[in-house]
C-alpha cells in the first residue's frame, strides 16, 4: 500500500479574550472560554508521512533537523485513534515576516492535526480536529477556522472545542503586529498559566470575569461596535498580565518597548482619534487591531516614533486547508 503523504495549512490566531489557565493540564482542558481573530499573514505549512519502514519519527523545522518528543506525543494520540504504529515524517515550514518571532504553537499544531490525521486514514470532522490540535497547544484548538472563533471551554476531551463565531469575515479590520523581539520567551504560556492558577489570589476573579467579556464581544461583533470590541480585548488582556504581576513567583512579558508602545496607542486613541487598541500574549510583542481605513496611517504614526521596530499589518486569515 502507498503511503499518503498530506500537506495542510493553519494560520495563527490572537486572542482577543484570552485563555490563561488550565483545568486539566494532560488534556488541555482551559479553565476559561476564550475569543480570537485568525490571521492571513503568520501561518504553518506541514507535511506528513507514515511509513512502516522507519525506526523513529522525524521532524523537520524550517528545514532543521529537530528533536521529535513533542510531536511523537501528539503523533501517538494520532496513531491510536487511527490503530497504527508506523513513525512519521513531520515536515513543518513557518510563514513569518522576515525577522518575526511570531512562530506559534497555535498554527502548528493545527497544521500537524490536520496533516496527520489525514495522512493516518482519519477523515475527522472540524470539531474532532479542534479537539485534536487543543491536545498539542490550547490555542491550535482555534486555529481550526478562519475569522472570529470561540473556544467553548467544556469540562472533558469530548466538550472542549473550537466552534466558528464569522469564518468569512465582511469587516474590514486587522492587526498590527510591532515585533518588540523575536527571540524565544522568557517563560512558556505553558509555565506561566500554571503558575498563576496555583498561586494568584486573583485568578478566580479573573475566571468569574469572562463570561461578561465573551458575551459583550460577542454582541460587539455582530453589531461592527469596533470601539466596545477594542476596549474588551485591551481591559482582558491586562487583565491576563495583571495575574502574571500578582502570582508568585511574579513575573511578566513586557520589555520597557512594549510599554511605550501601548502608551503610544493609548495617545494615538486620545489625542488623534483613530481608533486602535492594543492586545499582549506570553511575549513581549504589542497586536494592535485596528480598522483597514486606518492601517497606514497607524502604520506610519508608529514607524515615525518607532523606527526600530518592525511592524506588519494583517487582515483577518482562513480556516485550515488541504494543500494536496
Ligand atoms: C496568551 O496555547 O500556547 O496566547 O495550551 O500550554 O500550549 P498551551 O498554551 P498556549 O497558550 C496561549 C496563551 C495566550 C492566550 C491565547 O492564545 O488565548
Redesign the pocket.
Known sequence: MTNLRVTARAHT???L????G?ADTDL?I?QNG?L?LTLDHFYTDTTVEFDSKLTTDQFILDGESKSPVKITNFLNIVRQKAGINSFAKVDSVNHVPSTAGLA???SA?AALAAAASKASGLNLSHKELSKLA?R?????S?SIYGGFVE?IKGYNDDTSYAVPIEEDLDWKIGMIVAMVNSDKKKI???TG?QTVVNTSPFYSAWVESIDDDLRNIKVAIKNRDFKTMGEIAESNAMR?HALNLSSSPHFNYFEPLSIEIMDTVEDIRTNEQIECYYTV??GPNIKILCQQKDADDLLSKLRVRFPQIQFSFTKPGPGIKYLN
Open positions: 490566531n490572537i486572542a479574550v484570552k485563555y490563561w488550565k488541555i482551559p476564550s480570537s506559534s504553537s497555535a499544531y487543543r498539542g497547544s490550547g490555542s491550535a482555534r473556544w512558556s504560556s505553558r498559566m491576563m500574549d506570553a
